[in-house]
């Protein structure tokens, strides 16, 4: 199974920060790479699928980039309704396999 | 509205079965590849298994810790997704979620609101 490991577990930032979370696979998925935020009791809403594409209604403050191995997920100007939590997920092969999630918190 | 909505959760004694459901409405679900994922209190995010559109062959995969004791099925004249499970174990407490499979996103871009399961004696 691809591994996928997300860094950092959690994070502290302030409103109107730039806040950027990592997510490596354990090996090369090409682009298949989705972000999702999760807030407590919720289910996970779609930010970003195949590395870099903004799902639809998400704000343009969500940016996703990244091939291979190695992604990044970046906020730009981290608002309120953004503390949650993140995790990435591949869809290169089955099992599809989720990284352990980063909790974004209030500074 | 495009919608999953779960149903079926509850508590269950080990080794017992549950059948859980999702409706969908608002797309094409005939068309659609569909997925459950679950959740374990405080923990990540973990893919049951999929279910592919009876037009790319119906055919299913599930994660190795279900493989074996877990169904998916899907009736698309009810618009209707299944989860049976069976021989239930205590790690199988989750959340459970039914998502579309998106094929061109590659991504799961709906969700449904999710139903708790619980394997307690």
Known sequence: DIQM?????????????????????????GSYLSWYQQK????????????SNLQAG??????????????TLTIS????????????????TTPRTFGQGTKVEIK | EV???????????P????????????????????????QAPGKGLEWVGRIKSKADTGTTDYAAPVKGRFTISRDDSKNTLYLQMNSLKTEDTAVYYCTTDSMDRRAFDIWGQGTMVTVSS
């Open chain 2, 3 to 13: 919608q999953l909505v779960e149903s079926g959760g509850g508590l269950v004694k």
């Open chain 1, 58 to 71: 998400v704000p343009s403050r969500f940016s996703g980039s990244g091939s291979g191995t190695d992604f």
């Open chain 1, 5 to 29: 490991t997300q860094s950092p577990s959690s994070l502290s930032a302030s409103v109107g920060d730039r806040v950027t979370i990592t997510c490596r696979a354990s090996q090369s998925i």
């Open chain 1, 77 to 92: 100007g981290l608002q309120p309704e953004d503390f949650a939590t993140y995790c990435c997920q591949q869809s290169y």
């Open chain 1, 40 to 51: 407590p009791g919720k289910a996970p809403k779609l930010l970003i699928y195949v590395a």
């Open chain 2, 15 to 38: 080794g017992g079965s549950l059948r859980l459901s999702c409706a969908a409405s608002g797309f094409t679900f005939s068309n659609a590849w569909m997925s459950w994922v679950r």
